[in-house]
């Protein structure tokens, strides 16, 4: 098949509505009796790379590309091509693909046309590269700016996370580890009894004491998809039809996560009825699980927190106390053995004047420690005993600066 050299020319200059159309009929015109499908989103490309098919991009009409500075480490510039023209090689068949990406006022378009022997085989291939694109695999979907991106970075983070450098009180950590794993197993024991098979849970506290940790751990460890929901706020799109997204995308890919951080800011007055409207779908979200996380309690709404079976699980990230504290420097100690070392009355000492600290400020306390002993060298014990009374103290500012529960992170103005 071969298409005129300026189709694209032809089609994209000017665009309006009538682009779509004028690419049609070009591509219709070069295909004589072939099937011509057009498809909104299609990525041949990442399909291409699960190794499903192999494209060739044919010379005429020339490709057109973009180069952006990327890759994992920002060291290299990745070419995207916007309008090209390929051949596909799929299961012993032969298909033909254009790609064309345009603007229409506000909107951003991109489309993909296929062109193969007959209308089963094009949309065959179609179903499959949607299907095997759709799945995250090694990324976590999440949603922002009305779609959905796959961030291999979030997913790298989460594989890191462990249950194993995670302290909580008493038995939390196996509570919620049992929970999840025994929910995922029973599917067929929920629904013998004609239960929903599906699970909320809300992880609640003060900044700082695990709950993203734990969070990650935890979806890690349940190895199903995970989508993760950034913000629903969108310039040209409303709550709702955001909302409707993340849903209907969480359903296409159950059992899996779906992660809302800070549900108290995603979840206002205008969106709390549809938001809950889509979370109580009781058939469609079967195999559903949602986690969510606050530092607000007092901030949502009863619907959400209060109602069972919409959150049925709320788990509490509280301050630790002397016991965690203790537990958390002794990991420390296990981590630095052979490195850097403390004495265990130092330990004693810090326990009792860290009332008050989160996990969070116990990592900073032994970070900054840790830099001040490569930097200015000194007895270990000496600098954490420093550090301490140093972060006691911003500690003791914050607080006076936001009121008395000071579980707000704002930065308090400083002289440089
Ligand atoms: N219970 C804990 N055990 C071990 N490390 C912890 C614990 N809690 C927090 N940390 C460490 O402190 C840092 C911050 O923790 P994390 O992000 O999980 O807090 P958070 O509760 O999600 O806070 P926020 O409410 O601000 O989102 C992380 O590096 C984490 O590993
Ligand atoms: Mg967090």
Redesign the pocket.
């Known amino acids: 098949m071969e298409l005129p050299p300026d189709l694209f020319q032809l089609c994209l200059s000017p665009t309006d509505s009538s682009t779509p159309v004028r690419f049609q009929a070009g591509i219709a015109m070069a295909a004589g009796a072939l099937h011509v499908e057009a498809f909104t989103s299609l990525d041949v490309a990442e399909y291409e790379v699960l190794g499903h098919c192999r494209r060739e991009l044919l010379a005429t009409p020339r490709a057109v590309g973009v180069s952006e500075w990327g890759g994992p480490d920002h060291d290299r510039m990745e070419a995207t091509i916007e309008e090209g023209f390929w051949r596909i090689a799929w299961r012993g068949e032969t298909l033909h693909m254009v790609a064309a990406q345009w603007r229409d006022g506000f909107d951003r378009n991109a489309r993909t046309w296929l062109v193969g022997p007959s209308p089963e085989l094009v949309r065959a291939f179609a179903l499959d590269v949607a299907r095997t694109t759709n799945e995250p695999r090694d990324a976590i979907l999440v949603f922002h700016g009305s779609c959905w991106q796959r961030s291999h970075e979030l997913y790298r983070a989460t594989q890191q996370a462990s249950f194993d450098?995670?302290?909580?009180a008493r038995s939390l950590k196996e509570q919620i580890r049992g929970d999840f794993q025994r929910f995922l197993a029973s599917r067929s024991a929920y629904e013998e009894l004609g239960l929903a098979w599906r699970r909320g849970a809300l992880f609640l506290?003060p900044?700082?004491?695990?709950?993203?940790?734990c969070l990650r751990a935890l979806v890690r460890e349940l190895n199903v998809p995970s989508l993760y929901v950034q913000s629903v706020k969108a310039r040209y799109e409303t709550e709702e039809a955001n909302l409707k997204r993340v849903f209907e995308r969480a359903r296409q890919l159950r059992p899996c996560v779906l992660v809302v951080e800070d549900i108290d800011a995603l979840v206002n007055a205008g969106n709390r009825s549809f938001f809950l409207n889509q979370l109580d779908g009781f058939e469609k979200n079967v195999g559903l699980v949602v986690l969510a996380?606050t530092?607000h309690p007092e901030r949502i709404d009863p619907a959400i927190l209060d109602r069972p079976s919409r959150f049925d699980r709320k788990y509490h990230?509280d301050l630790p106390a002397a016991e965690e504290r203790a537990a958390?420097l002794a990991l420390w100690q296990r981590k630095l053995a052979g490195k850097v070392s403390w004495s265990a009355s130092t330990t004693e000492a810090l326990v009792g004047r860290t009332e008050g600290f989160s996990?969070?400020y116990l990592?900073e306390l032994m970070v900054a420690a840790l830099m001040k002993s490569i930097s200015a060298g000194g007895s270990f014990d000496a600098l954490l005993e420093q550090e301490c009374v140093t972060l006691a103290a911003e500690m003791a500012t914050r607080k006076t600066a936001m009121g008395p529960l000071g579980t707000v992170?704002v930065d308090v103005d400083s002289d440089d």
């Open positions: 450098d995670l302290i909580l506290g900044p700082g004491n695990g709950k993203t940790h996380t530092n990230f958390y996990f969070a990592k992170a």
